[in-house]
């Protein structure tokens, strides 16, 4: 029998190379060019005797059926048995051919002609493609998952920063037109022509007015082109912008209630530009919509700034010369709003990862293949739950997901992913205390830059569900255009009710807002309805209560919270006991409770409450309600 060794296998920079983008594209597209490397390694140790144990992996491909929406599903790094002779630098060499595969065909496509106008361009791009990723591995003849990361603090690749002017995307690279704008030798219009003559060549989705790219990045947004000539697959060349995802529930409602309007909304914005840029952008309960009339892609297509008045009325979005057709528009869009409802502006990113996975794997060594096979199983059910909620997923690799949804339908998202991830590990290992997976979301205004979000969400992943409240638990947040607003925790096992799919969030916007007090008064009048008023009246005047770490008992809170409420009914004509209102308030209490798990994964309740718990049901009770009349296709 060959003897084999464990080997633990590392590629990067992982942040820097998908972290780095301005648009949901460029995140899907940079976690399918890490996947589909780290492949070539394993496929490596896979054809040469060796063994993949986490995660699995068995003459395995990346999906590229027209059937799916392929993602990356491989994480950056493994493990694997290896036999003794087998030398770990083939996994570097064969990664790096496919990588340098892609990059000469971009180059031969779309820069070896245009090379000559800039100055030194070859000589850029060569450098970048060469030297831009690292890999680390340890083999070892002992079973201990914490030596890659020991060896990862040996830190021995140490990107530089290059000189000229910079990369658009990638801050530390030089853009490959070669020129300085703040050059005298009159660069900056060189520099101008250069990138002039490239976006000819390439398409708009791949490179915008005013970007200069460098080569890594301009390799990652070609990537799609480039793969699907090569490889013969058929990857998406599209994927949704915010403004278009946060639309989404008001698209679905303009199809059932005003679709003549919407096709006549749709040949009016044809004369602008972007009239068909959301086209495949692979949210299926549209595509099954259009299946049904055809005519409906003209305007399912739109571009996300078309549903909003702010955004069509905004001269820099738009050509010159537009204003009297994007006025036209306005209106029609005013009177489509009347029969349905205002497009959300706000969008939800989703990141989910297991927890302490490389704990349970080193003390669970004896079942570690079927640990590693229920989260290939966990990975691979990943895209048919965003698919169900009208999102998308951008990566499905292990235990790890980051996905876009709707706001009205992220947090089911997540509570399915989590019952999923526990119930496949439950036959395993105790999947209530051990494998366990934290989750982060974040509901953010389409208009707020896309990099803050995602630096926001690993930060709320990491620092805030895991660290802070002890894992097992559902971090939110809100980010409006000034910045971050609200944020609030609980751990999964208190957010989730007795009914099935249903929460804390769920129960008690039933009683808050189901009709818009301002517009009906009569509303008010209900029994147990809980008004908008009297959340920011709470926030007010009981915050010296709120705070995180107060010693002010719970039970003479809950007595202040009952009397609070019914003075503000009182003042609205309605009489309640405090008898009757105990029960809302309570459930009013509960979300704004904080939990946090310890190692041994026992809850304590903290001292403190976070009103941010009741703010964000505020948030969504009027999108869950907008989402209940989506049309069901």
């Not at 048919?384 to 009205?408: H, S, W």
Request: glycine share 6%.
């Amino acid at each position: 029998m060959t003897e084999m060794r464990n080997f633990h296998f590392s590629l990067g920079p992982v942040q820097e190379f998908v972290g780095k983008a301005r648009r949901l594209r460029d995140y899907w597209t940079g976690s399918y060019v890490l996947s589909y490397l780290t492949e070539q390694a394993m496929k490596e140790i896979d054809e040469n005797g060796g063994q993949l144990i986490f995660p699995p992996y068995k003459n395995g491909n990346l999906p590229n059926s027209h059937n799916n929406l392929p993602i990356g599903h491989y994480p950056n790094r493994f493990q694997a048995k290896i036999p003794v002779d087998f030398e770990p630098t083939r996994c570097k060499k064969r990664l790096n051919a496919a990588w340098q595969k892609i990059a000469d065909f971009v180059w031969q496509e779309y820069i070896e002609e245009i090379a000559p106008l800039g100055k030194g361009t070859k000589e850029i791009w060569d450098r970048q493609v060469e030297n831009f990723w690292y890999v680390q591995w340890v083999v070892t003849n002992e079973e201990d998952e914490s030596l890659l990361d020991k060896r990862k603090n040996w830190r021995s690749h140490i990107p530089g920063v290059e000189l000229g002017d910079k990369c658009t995307l990638f801050g530390n690279l030089q853009e490959i037109s070669g020129y300085s704008r703040s050059s005298r030798k009159g660069e900056s219009k060189k520099q101008k022509d250069f990138w002039e003559k490239l976006h000819l060549k390439l398409a708009a989705l791949d490179l915008k007015e005013g970007e200069r790219l460098c080569a890594v990045a301009l390799i990652k947004r070609v990537f799609p082109r480039a793969y699907n000539i090569l490889e013969g697959t058929n990857l998406p060349l599209n994927f949704p912008s915010t403004t278009y995802m946060s639309a989404i529930p008001w698209l679905k409602n303009v199809i059932k209630k005003a679709d003549k309007q919407a096709l006549d909304f749709a040949k009016v914005a044809k004369k602008l530009k972007g009239a068909g840029s959301e086209y495949h952008a692979g949210i299926k309960s549209l595509d099954r919509a259009t299946k049904k009339d055809f005519q409906l892609r003209n305007f399912l297509s739109l571009d996300g700034n078309f549903f909003y008045d702010h955004t069509l009325l905004n001269d820099n979005l738009w050509e010159k010369n537009t204003c009297t057709i994007r006025e036209k528009l306005t209106a029609k869009l005013k009177a489509i709003n009347k029969k349905t409802f205002e497009a959300d502006t706000y969008y939800a990113l989703l990141s989910m990862d297991g927890d302490n996975m490389g704990a349970i794997l080193h003390e669970h060594s004896c079942v570690k293949e079927k640990i590693s096979q229920a989260i290939s199983d966990f990975s691979k059910s990943v895209p048919a739950v965003i698919e169900k909620n009208d999102g998308r997923t951008i990566y499905a690799g292990g235990e790890d997901v980051f996905a876009i949804l709707p706001v009205n339908t992220a947090i089911d998202a997540a509570v399915e992913l989590s019952k999923k991830y526990t119930a496949l590990l439950a036959p395993i290992i105790d999947s209530e205390k051990k494998a366990t997976i934290s989750a982060a979301i974040i509901f953010a205004h389409h208009h707020t830059p896309l990099t803050q979000v995602y630096d926001e969400i690993q930060s709320l992943l990491d620092k805030v569900a895991k660290e802070k409240y002890g894992r097992s638990t559902l971090a939110i947040s809100t980010w409006n255009t000034g910045g971050k607003d609200l944020v609030w925790a609980m751990p999964w096992q208190k957010f989730l009710t007795v009914e099935e799919h249903e929460n804390l969030f769920k129960e008690l916007s039933s009683a808050m807002g189901q009709s818009d007090e301002r517009n009906n008064p009569a509303s008010q009048q209900r029994e147990g309805f809980i008004s908008h008023s009297f959340i920011y009246n709470i926030r007010r005047e009981l915050s010296l209560f709120l705070e995180e770490g107060s010693a002010f008992p719970e039970g003479k809170f809950l007595d202040l919270l009952t009397a609070e409420y019914v003075r503000s009914m009182s003042k609205k004509g309605r009489t309640l006991s405090n008898k009757e209102v105990l029960p809302l308030m309570k459930k009013l209490l509960e979300v704004c409770s904080i939990y946090y798990r310890n190692k041994e994964g026992t809850l304590i309740k903290q001292k403190g409450f976070n009103i941010d718990g009741a703010l964000l049901v505020k948030f969504l009770t009027g999108r869950w309600k907008h989402g209940c009349q989506d049309m069901a296709v």
